[in-house]
């Protein structure tokens, strides 16, 4: 199976307050995971916000079933991989391809995704 959409996240500079815009304008319910990001718990794709102000693009997390495989194929087609994060719903790493468009890859821990 080709790899799927798994999460997103939109970047913004303060975390309550859109927490706040977004779950009076949309409905979106949070939760803080740790002190630099909030999941969306009531969407069906899963999503949350993460710090680091304002973007007009979302932060698109694919979803592989093998990150360490994943990395390594990235690099073989010619794309660099940033440091592997680990999470309560996983692990990722950035990724950027041979054209400098960055994604992240992300294996989902049991339960998630």
Known sequence: MPAQLGYFTLSVTDLDRAAAFYGAL?????????????????????????????????????HVADLDAA?????????STGDVMDSKSGRGCTCTDDQGTV???????????
């Open 71 to 79: 990395i390594e194929r990235v690099r073989e087609l010619g794309g």
């Open 103 to 113: 994604v992240s890859l992300w294996q989902a821990a049991p339960g998630f995704g």
């Open 26 to 62: 949309f409905g979106w319910e949070s939760r803080r995971e740790h002190e630099a990001y909030l999941h969306v718990t009531n969407t069906t794709v899963p999503m949350g916000f993460v710090p680091g102000g304002p973007s007009s693009q979302p932060n698109l997390y694919f």
